[in-house]
């Protein structure tokens, strides 16, 4: 069961920052917030994850509010390969439990 | 690393043929994969977890006798289509994790299988 709320789409302009949103107000206090995209017809490719703090890494950043309800995904330059579907998905770290992906966001980078 | 090798990319077969796709780990070995379905326009759906030496278990609803999965070893897991059908031509996605791996699951590059 999807533990996530997403909005289905949004756009954004090529070199902005694309802030998508989730929403997961039932987190358990074990379970990390994982982000995944989906580029057309490929599988999904791991973005970043976190647990309370904010992270960062090489392809974007994750904020998570101080009560863990909800994150936000940050790409700070988008480009058009950005455009894919973005998941957003909680589960506890490190455990043989199943990913279940919900809706996602379809991100359009534009020109 | 952490690299899951999906095979084939793509397969057209006959109504009531068997199709069989292929999963592999190729750098790490996996005790546990997923098998995923996703419709056009929609979100993956999980199947089916797959389990080393042990059988598969299966989301409620996917019928087990149509979808057979094999994982006989650490680094394969085979999904077999059987008797397939028009409906169910989709894109089949398997996932692995590496062992106390903090990135959650590789996932292959997907099939699309079409039936015909």
């Known amino acids: 069961d999807a533990k996530t709320t997403q909005p289905p789409s949004m756009d954004c302009a090529e070199g902005r920052a694309a802030n998508l949103p989730c929403n997961h107000s039932?987190?358990?206090?074990?379970?990390?917030v994982y982000w995944y995209r989906q580029i057309h017809s490929q599988g999904p490719q791991y973005i970043i994850h976190?647990?309370?703090n904010n992270e960062t890494n090489e392809m974007a950043s994750l904020i998570i509010t101080e009560d863990r309800k909800s994150s936000t995904l940050i790409l700070p330059h988008a480009t058009l390969r950005d455009t894919a579907v973005y998941y957003c998905?909680?589960?506890?770290?490190?455990?043989?439990?199943?990913?279940?992906f919900g809706t996602g966001t379809s991100l359009t980078v534009i020109p | 690393g952490a690299v899951v090798s999906q095979h084939p990319s793509r397969v057209i077969c006959k109504s009531g043929t068997s199709v069989k796709i292929e999963c592999r780990s190729l750098?790490?070995?996996?005790?546990?994969m997923f098998w995923y379905r996703q419709f056009p326009k929609q979100s993956l759906m999980l199947m089916a977890t797959?389990?080393?030496?042990?059988?598969?278990?299966?989301e409620q609803g996917v019928e087990k006798d149509k979808f057979l999965i094999n994982h006989a070893s650490l680094t394969l897991s085979t999904l077999t289509v059987t008797s397939a059908h028009p409906e169910d031509s989709s894109f089949y996605i398997c996932?692995?994790?590496?062992?106390?791996?903090?990135?959650?699951?590789?996932f292959g590059s997907g099939t699309r299988l079409t039936v015909v």
């Open positions: 976190g647990l309370k």
């Open positions: 996932s692995a994790m590496r062992a106390a791996s903090d990135y959650g699951y590789t």
């Open positions: 998905i909680v589960r506890v770290l490190n455990t043989g439990n199943q990913f279940y």
């Open positions: 750098d790490f070995q996996a005790t546990t």
């Open positions: 039932t987190i358990s206090g074990n379970e990390y």
């Open positions: 797959s389990n080393e030496g042990s059988k598969a278990t299966y």
